[in-house]
């Protein structure tokens, strides 16, 4: 059986949560039992009873009833989200000295409770020594930086799990003095003491399966597990009132969620030939693709190296054949979920349709309205002074002015 028909994953095959997911309700079977009405005169200690037994879901819905419910529920809701790891967006700390930079903006009310927390180092290299040109003090300098804004940004922040960096190699590169695995030793170096910092390396066998590591004394790495599974959470983002920018932090917002579906959906396709098949071989899933495995392993990595597994690489895999031993009642979830996908992105297209009308119809409003609203709510980053400087600007405007040189047209054209 393939384990959660709901998976969501990156471009890369990492696997995510939605929070979107986390306080909605699966749909329940029909069920035989009877609906009870009195359980507010049940005594206090029942009640704590049946709710520690509830899930996130049903938790949220239970805040949004009576008082005396939203306290105790509250506080176990809180309790069930601090166990879990939550995703940072690369950009959004990446660039430490620029301050909390990206096109999105989490919400603070949510940060404030976040106990652990993946902070994705993407091109580690070129963001911190490049920039610091070989010096060692401004290297540690930035490393600061961009501890001071996690801490800033998640200030209860207990764990940290470093992802998005090269695995380590068993033989250290010649110019290692600059490579990653010791910028890698220096951000952990760096990390204020009651923080505990691991780094993580994907398996690329299992969307939520990752090899950790940490710093042991003396400077040495140390696996602390080979298989670690790692279900990250997509942190909420910020809400912002109706208007230019609302729409187009709420477009965004569903942007996002398209394509962790989408490549969910791909990758749950290519996963019922490793699922169902026959018992003598693996196939690929990729039509013009004849290769066959005998061993799961070997699969995975064709799979995976040959890009024959197609997320990101413009390939439809959403069209793809399920294995034709695929049972039905996996097809209909399956279907179900490539429904669910069409009206994601149409409600992707409408929000564009509206945004790209108001800005051919009367541009300079429209900018105006746009700009105001990125002054009102503070979204400009430190290195950006007026909001035409701002990456949220220009992704904007590359997005509906048809004369912007970056214009692109319907984001989701060609999917
Ligand atoms: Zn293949």
Redesign the pocket.
């Known amino acids: 059986m393939i384990p959660d028909l709901d998976l969501c994953v990156d471009n890369e095959g990492r696997g995510y949560t939605p929070f979107y997911y986390l306080i909605t309700a699966k749909q329940l079977r029909p069920s035989s039992l009877e609906s009870f009405h009195r359980f507010i005169d049940l005594p206090p200690e029942i009640h704590l009873q049946i709710l520690q037994c509830c899930d996130t879901a049903t938790l949220f819905r239970l805040m949004h009833t009576s008082s005396y419910l939203r306290r105790e529920s509250s506080k176990l809701f809180w309790e069930q989200l601090e166990k879990l790891w939550y995703h940072c967006d690369h950009y959004t700390v990446n660039d430490p000295e620029a301050g909390c930079t990206g096109l999105v903006r989490y919400s603070r009310h949510f940060t404030r409770h976040i106990r652990q927390l993946e902070v994705t180092l993407s091109r580690m290299r070129w963001r911190f020594a490049d920039k610091s040109k070989g010096s060692r003090g401004a290297t540690v300098q930035i490393l600061q930086m961009l501890w001071r804004l996690v801490q800033d940004l998640f200030p209860s922040v207990q764990k940290v799990v470093l992802t998005g960096c090269q695995p380590f190699r068993k033989e250290r590169l010649a110019d290692s003095e600059h490579g990653e695995q010791d910028l890698l030793t220096a951000v952990v170096e760096l990390c204020p003491p009651h923080i505990s910092c691991f780094v993580a390396f994907d398996l690329h066998i299992h969307p939520h399966l990752c090899r950790l590591w940490r710093l042991a004394p003396g400077r040495s790495w140390r696996i602390v597990e080979e298989s670690w599974a790692l279900n990250r959470v997509v942190i909420p983002y910020s809400k912002f009132p109706d208007g230019s920018l609302g729409d187009f932090l709420s477009m965004k917002r569903k942007l996002s969620f398209y394509h962790l579906t989408r490549w969910g959906i791909d990758w749950l396709i290519s996963e019922t030939y490793a699922q169902y098949q026959d018992g003598a071989k693996f196939e ?3 039509p013009d ?1 004849t ?1 066959k495995f005998t061993e799961e392993a070997q699969w995975r990595q ?2 995976f190296w ?1 890009s ?1 597994w197609c997320p990101g690489n413009g390939r439809q895999a959403v069209a793809l054949p399920y294995h034709s031993n695929t049972p039905d009642d996996v097809r209909a979830a399956l279907n179900e979920r490539k429904q669910r996908l069409e009206e994601i992105r149409a409600s992707v297209q409408l929000i564009w349709h509206k945004l790209k009308d108001q800005c051919e119809e009367h541009p300079a409003d429209f900018e105006k309205s746009f700009c105001n609203q990125m002054m009102e709510h503070k979204v400009l980053d430190a290195d950006e002074p007026t909001p035409g400087d701002s990456q949220l600007y220009l992704f904007g405007f590359s997005l509906f002015d048809r004369t912007h040189y970056l214009y692109t047209g319907m984001p989701l054209e060609g999917y």
Do not use: D, K, Q
């Open positions: 690929c899933p990729a693709c290769e064709h799979i040959s024959h």
